[in-house]
């Protein structure tokens, strides 16, 4: 999945604190007016830690540019070359989307930054430890322990040693992680990440037939039940085991508190609990309001079972015929 030098991996307490010493650290080095590249580029559909942080950068003086996704929520590579170009610090598109599930084209990202010299991050929380990825043409990427069964709380940024820069730190204190992440390390939580990722290579092929086996026998429990459904992404270029779907006049958080604990689904990301906005994802691939309301998600993990499939299935068909709009 991803091989890397001890001095390549910086430890930081998650995926968030990776996207922000990413985001903030690299241009951090740098003043807008003083360089001759001026402007950072990312995706519509990113996590809110990128697009908080890059927003930011904007307040800063960094132009921001946001490439759009088509309706699967695939970024356009066409008018992402077109934003890309000789002005272009560094550029951020996510391996795979946190909501949606949809897998992003790296390759051809990469390709474009290669091309104008743009520095590349990835955000690969999601993909790790699900589907096969390389990070050896990248210049930097963010991982979760908890997103590849480890303990919540750690994470690391990836720091190509190919990488014109290593981010500027973003708080000070002892020369840990290379003075770029000072503080103790949480010896603990880095032995259980680096286990867990450690367990998922043998598994991950088989973990990702069981968990579309289950995503397929669901949406079709789901239909036998007269539940109508659209999904949200791409049919196949999807995270296995993701799940996204809209069902018609139906309000999703009145939907998720009928379910109560017994399914556990969610109606946008879960960094934006309590937002009452709809999800900017959503919203990206072409929803209107009403549509993204109306929209809830869910994983499948390697623990879930074929029965777990049937009485999700049926619960959500119960609580549907009485919710609506």
């Known amino acids: 999945m991803v091989c890397a030098a001890p001095s390549e991996v910086i430890f930081t307490s998650g995926a968030t604190e990776a996207n922000n010493l990413a985001l903030l650290g690299v241009p951090g080095l740098l003043e807008p007016n003083d360089s001759t590249r001026s402007n950072i580029v990312v995706s519509a559909i990113e996590h809110k830690s990128v697009l908080a942080a890059a927003a930011e950068l ?3 003086g960094w132009e921001i540019r946001t490439a759009p996704v088509n309706r699967d929520g695939i970024i356009d590579i066409d008018v992402f070359a077109s934003m890309v170009d000789e002005k272009t610090l560094l550029a951020s598109v996510m391996a795979a ?3 949606i599930g949809t ?3 790296l390759s051809d990202v990469i390709s474009i930054c290669r091309d104008t010299g743009a520095m590349i991050h990835v955000d690969a929380a999601q993909a790790v430890g699900k589907i096969p990825i390389s990070l050896a043409d990248v210049d930097f990427a963010s991982l979760s322990s908890h997103k590849m069964y ?9 720091v190509s040693s190919a990488a014109p820069v290593r981010p500027r730190p973003l708080f000070f204190g002892g020369g840990q992680e290379g003075g770029l992440r000072p503080g103790t390390l949480p010896v603990p939580l880095i032995v259980g990440f680096g286990a867990a990722a450690a367990s998922r290579t043998p598994v991950m092929d ?3 037939l069981k968990s579309e086996k289950l995503r397929k026998h669901f949406l079709e429990n789901l239909e036998r039940r007269q539940v ?3 999904l949200n992404g791409h049919k196949t270029e999807r995270l296995p085991g993701s799940i996204n779907i809209r069902i018609p006049d139906v309000n999703a958080v009145e939907l998720i508190m009928r379910l109560g604990d017994r399914v556990l689904i969610a109606d946008g990301s ?3 609990s309590g937002n009452i906005e709809p999800s900017h994802v959503l919203i990206a691939i072409g929803l209107n309001t009403k549509e993204a309301s109306s929209s809830v998600r ?3 993990s390697r623990f879930n079972t074929t029965e777990d499939m049937e009485v999700a299935a049926e619960r959500i068909a119960l609580a549907t015929g009485v919710i609506h709009q």
């Open 206 to 208: 088989e973990d990702a």
């Open 298 to 300: 869910m994983f499948i």
């Open 228 to 230: 109508r459904f659209s």
């Open 97 to 99: 989307n946190n909501e």
């Open 58 to 60: 904007g307040r800063r």
């Open 103 to 105: 897998i992003q084209p």
């Open 270 to 272: 879960a960094c934006s």
């Open 150 to 158: 480890g303990p919540v709380g750690v994470g690391a940024l990836f």
